[in-house]
């Protein structure tokens, strides 16, 4: 009887086989779920023909996801790679044109504009996305920061005229109260937040070594 035999090659039969669409997440990424979920301040439980909140939830979670902030912010005139300060310059200093006001460098970072009076999360709530039920590793929280396309100059010199500022998609690791930064982690090709090794980064990189 050969009707049963099994192929040699039986994995790459599976492969091939295409049963249809399906519902199920087949991407891969480092975030957890509940990462991308928006906060909705509505009533869990509402009244027959309000909106659920679950469904708000999903709403307004492929809203955010439609949302660019490079392009919300250059639908105001504001381009994001002139939003860091530089080296002053004095032998290139813009000249007055005709009929329009006079054009200064940068000089104030961002921190001083900041505010977040306005924010739905706590820092601390943020970095709590990453916890999934029934689970004590930490994931990392995706973000979006305004980080420099090199490097190796960005962290020689954060305010050189020659780096390129643009915002990444980031994996945020870790909160300090002290000084009020994040620690983040640029993605991969592939969306991933891995280390040198290709391992995920988890807890915000702290190692069983500290």
Known sequence: VTTFKMPEDFGSVLDKQVIGPTTENLIKSDFPLQSFKPKVQIAFQGLPGQCPQKIE??????????????????????DSNQLMPRHHDPDNMPTIEEKKDAVFPIYLPLKIFDNDEYDCRTPEEWISLGLEPGSHDRKPVPGKALLPTDDVLGHEDPKSQK?????????????????????????????????????PILNGGITSQG
Do not use: M, P
């Open 163 to 199: 780096l390129i500022y643009k915002w990444i998609d980031v994996g945020v690791l870790d909160y300090d109260k002290e000084t009020e930064l994040y620690l983040v982690h640029k993605t991969d090709k592939n969306g991933l937040v891995r280390d040198e090794e290709g391992r």
């Open 57 to 78: 939830v999903e709403r307004r979670r492929r809203l955010y996801l439609t949302f660019d902030i490079a392009q919300l912010l250059a639908s105001k005139g504001l």
